[in-house]
Nanobody
Framework: QVQLVESGGGLVQAGGSLRLSCAAS????????MGWYRQAPGKQRELVAL????????NYADSVKGRFIISRDNAGNTMFLQMNSLKPEDTAVYYC?????????WGQGTQVTVSS
């Protein structure tokens, strides 16, 4: 089992920045990748960014390339999403997930609201 807790969401003006964190606990050594997803009202949940273990390889949605950066701490217990040049269309609930063989775990989500 893996437990995930997100933090760092909030209200920001367009052009501003936020940094999201996702703290993992439990069977951390079983995690092969972690990701950020988001879901806006009336829309499907979509991938924002992924970071793989142990390579550290990353992947981004086209809509956030060049603006968002996914990273993790050295221990691999905490994942971050640095969000720069935020736009109103980035408004959503942001979820982190952890991928293990045969399962995916999700956090509870954190609201990000970007005002124009």
């Amino acid at each position: 089992q893996v437990q995930l807790v997100e933090s760092g969401g909030g209200l920001v003006q367009a052009g501003g920045s936020l940094r999201l964190s996702c703290a993992a606990s439990g069977s951390i050594d079983s995690i092969i990748g972690m990701g950020w997803y988001r879901q806006a009202p009336g829309k499907q949940r979509e991938l924002v960014a992924l970071i793989m273990r142990p390579t550290g390889g990353t992947n981004y949605a086209d809509s956030v390339k060049g603006r968002f950066i996914i990273s993790r701490d050295n221990a691999g217990n905490t994942m971050f999403l640095q969000m720069n040049s935020l736009k109103p269309e980035d408004t959503a609930v942001y979820y982190c997930n952890a991928i293990v063989v045969g399962n995916v775990y999700w956090g509870q989500g954190t609201q990000v609201t970007v005002s124009s």
